[in-house]
């Protein structure tokens, strides 16, 4: 493989998934120096994000139905394991166990360009960059600390200064409750960190309440994008606050003036490359919107329409009361991948048939959609 000019190997090498070639490099030296060849990182990069994403399936407790030669007296924290799909989409191939590094006990901020953002989901105070597939890390230094702290953390790249950057929007309150009153905010601060400097800057106050349980963020255009909650208990409207990576500053990203959208509470994803939002009405549809044009208002459209209590899915026993459907990801064959809260049932809708497919059931599991690579914190990340 050495004596192949470098375009070459790296096309071949690009090729294999990225969990068979991190197992290259124990081969020898020279094997290793080549996965770190900044070529092989990008063609991979490139190959992976024209099909099916991973999931990343982060669980206190073990998944021992779904993991080949899982050991069963394994009952370790922190268990991470990597899905794939098959190369036709319509069903998980394999599920693995991933190898994680010593540390607290965590759980998953953000994905981006196969890094992971985690964070100490005891005190929300130590952060690390980590990618499960290479096993680099990276713990990030502490930053301000404030009393009965709440902590909401983004994290993403800036493709301007080619650099990742992690947000820490804190609430907290001298008095011992952070909880909104009146229609007041609790104290807010906001710093950043780019890992190229691994410095906090203060960004001063956030006029916004994105804290909740575990709000996730939505990485679009340069934008981390969440949905807010709203201060006053009688309100369901929410709004849509972005922050830029690059200008470091916050926005608001128009919502449609009709629709459900605007009356009930959403939740946030990627969809095609376009910020999305999902809606789970009382009767039991569950409405995806799309904007098609990123922070252009009249681009939303209500794109799916998805009877959950439809076919025999009501009766399964995958569905239970309060519980709803979280939009995961959308699959290269155009199906829109579920996941049922409580139960943790996984499934794919076809927009064309409206049929409802299931995939698997893991009960105690966070599912991250995430991107294999080799990418570390140095690579030179270019646009797809």
Known sequence: MESLPREIAGDILSRLPVTSLVNVKFVCRSWRKLLQD??????????????????????????????????????????????????????????????VPTLPEFYVTASCNGLLCLC?????????????????????????????????VGFGFSSMGNDYKVVKIVYYSHRGSIRPSGGNLPQSSV?????????????????????????????????????????????????IVSFDLSEEKFYEVPRPDCGSLDK??????????????SVYRKDGYFEIWVMKE???????????????????????GLHLKRSYARVICLLKNGEILLEMTITRALLSFDPKSKHLAFHGLLRWYETIVHVGSLHWIDT????T
């Open 191 to 239: 710093e950043i960190l780019s890992l190229r400097s691994l410095t906090w800057r203060s960004l001063g106050e956030i006029p916004y309440q994105i804290f909740g349980k575990r709000p996730s963020q939505v990485l679009v255009n340069g934008r981390l994008n969440w949905a807010t909650w709203s201060i006053y208990r009688c309100s369901s409207a929410r709004l």
């Open 294 to 316: 990123y922070n252009v208002k009249e681009s939303w459209i209500n794109l799916y329409n998805i009877d959950i209590m439809d076919q025999s899915f009501e009766n399964s």
């Open 120 to 152: 100490d989901s005891l005190h929300s105070s130590k952060l690390f960059i980590y990618n499960p597939f290479t096993m680099d890390v990276l713990e990030l230094p502490d930053s301000a600390q404030y009393p009965n702290q709440q902590v909401v």
């Open 38 to 99: 900044s070529l092989l990182v990008f063609m991979l990069f490139l190959r992976t994000t024209k099909k099916d994403p991973c999931l990343i399936l982060h669980s206190v407790h073990p998944i021992k139905h779904y993991v080949a030669d899982f050991p069963s007296d394994d009952s370790t924290p922190n268990q991470l394991y990597v899905a794939d799909f098959s190369s036709e989409g319509d069903r998980i191939e394999v599920v693995k166990k991933i190898r």
């Open 380 to 383: 030179h990340v270019v646009a």
């Open 264 to 277: 009930f509470n959403h939740n946030l994803m990627v969809l095609g490359g376009c910020l999305s939002a």
